[in-house]
């Protein structure tokens, strides 16, 4: 039976090719980084640009980057806020109609002839729904907002 023999290259152009390429991946990889710094306040005038302003102040108070708005849900003239909540049969959206410490009532937007649904457990434990909603409404045509009486001369 055969043994395989190992080759290991030693060869002195084989380190300089290696040490060149070694060169390159650093310059290129911090070539990149400075391009990505550079480059992070046109990606953030982008997101800002698709945001309402009820999003950008909502970012200010701990939200995310993304154009989120936490989803609502109106029962009985009052807006109520919708949660993930896990049940038995999988996780539900549902919206909170009664907080209390351990037990909370919520109603199922998809059938509120159902009534009130209670659940065992705190709910500040529970993640808020929060579509990505962008909007472009943000963007209007240039000078519908100047005052006119600062455009004009007066001589």
Excluded at 76 to 91: C, L, R
Excluded at 119 to 138: F, N
Aim: glycine share 6%; proline share 7%; hydrophobic share 40%.
């Amino acid at each position: 039976m055969a043994t395989v023999a190992k080759h290991v290259n030693t060869s002195p152009w084989y380190a300089l090719k290696l040490r060149n390429f070694g060169a390159k991946s650093i310059i290129t990889l911090i070539a990149t980084f400075i391009v990505i710094v550079y480059l992070l306040p046109f990606f953030n005038m982008s997101l800002i640009a698709i945001k309402t302003q009820q999003q950008q102040k909502e970012d200010r108070v701990g939200g995310t980057v993304l154009p989120v708005t936490a989803a609502i849900y109106n029962y009985e003239g009052k807006d109520y806020p919708i949660f993930q909540v896990p049940t038995d049969t999988g996780m539900k959206e549902w919206a909170l109609i009664d907080k209390k410490r351990n037990e909370s009532q919520f109603i199922d937007p998809s059938n509120p002839g159902a009534g009130l649904i209670p659940w065992e457990g705190k709910w500040q434990t529970l993640e808020a729904v929060t579509p990505l909603i962008p909007t472009l409404a943000t963007l209007e045509k240039p000078g519908t907002k100047l005052n006119s009486h600062a455009c004009s001369s007066t001589r």
